[in-house]
């Protein structure tokens, strides 16, 4: 099966402090994303990435960087958290057009 | 752009009602489409999926037809059962490979006994 884990379920962070969100997936997969699922708004992409060291800008990028080292690490950045990216941020990794999801992170900016 | 539709919720039904869940598409070319679940607290999973037109994909006793003239991947069960409550999302990719799916907003399914 495939497997897509995310470093927290839940994070809880200060306005303004830099925060990693990691994601290892473990079935080879070249693609990678990122998404935030609000409610109401559904999913909407940040990032994503076709290889290591590649990255292409989803729908809302803004406030957000990425960072794809190895095949299977997928880290998203926020480099000043701000009240507004609180959010439920899901990692997916896929080929086909299929995606294989991860549990989420629940973050919280304070 | 391409864009997915679907009926907005919540859909409240009883154990072993009939579920219909709208979904309508806008793509240029020939889409592959696709049904996603997500349980509570849990990430995504792929249901079932269709990449042609007249395909029907099926999983878990529900369905769905892939209809070209009607541009629509409407999800069907025909009898739910509690632990069918979840959010359900129609998806479409333009091409096989890499393009990132375009999701609709999803549809809150809660199942009463």
């Known amino acids: 099966d495939v497997k897509v884990t995310q470093s927290s379920r839940y994070l809880v962070k200060r306005t303004g402090e830099k925060v990693f969100l990691e994601c290892v997936q473990d079935m080879d997969h070249e693609n990678m994303f990122w998404y935030r699922q609000d409610p109401g708004l559904g999913l909407r992409l940040i990032y994503f990435s076709y290889d290591v060291k590649m990255k292409e800008k989803g729908d809302i990028p803004e406030g957000y960087s990425v960072s794809r080292e190895k095949k299977e690490r997928f880290s998203l950045i926020l480099e000043s958290a701000s009240t507004n990216q609180t959010s439920m941020y899901l990692c997916a990794s896929g080929y086909r057009g299929e995606q294989y999801f991860g549990p989420g992170t629940r973050l919280t900016v304070t | ?113």
């Open chain 2, 1 to 113: 752009g391409d864009s997915v539709t679907q009926m907005e919720g919540p859909v409240t039904l009883s154990e072993e009602a009939f579920l219909t869940i709208n979904c309508t598409y806008t793509a240029t070319g020939y889409p592959s489409l696709f049904w996603y679940v997500q349980y509570p607290g849990e990430g995504l999973q792929l249901l079932l999926k269709a990449t042609k037109a007249d395909d029907k994909g099926s999983n878990k006793g529900f369905e769905a037809t892939y209809r070209k003239e009607t541009t629509s991947f409407h999800l069907e069960k025909g009898s739910v059962q509690v632990s069918d409550s979840a959010v359900y999302f129609c998806a479409l990719t333009p091409l096989a490979g890499n393009t990132p799916l375009v999701f609709g907003k999803g549809t809150r399914l809660s199942v009463i006994a």
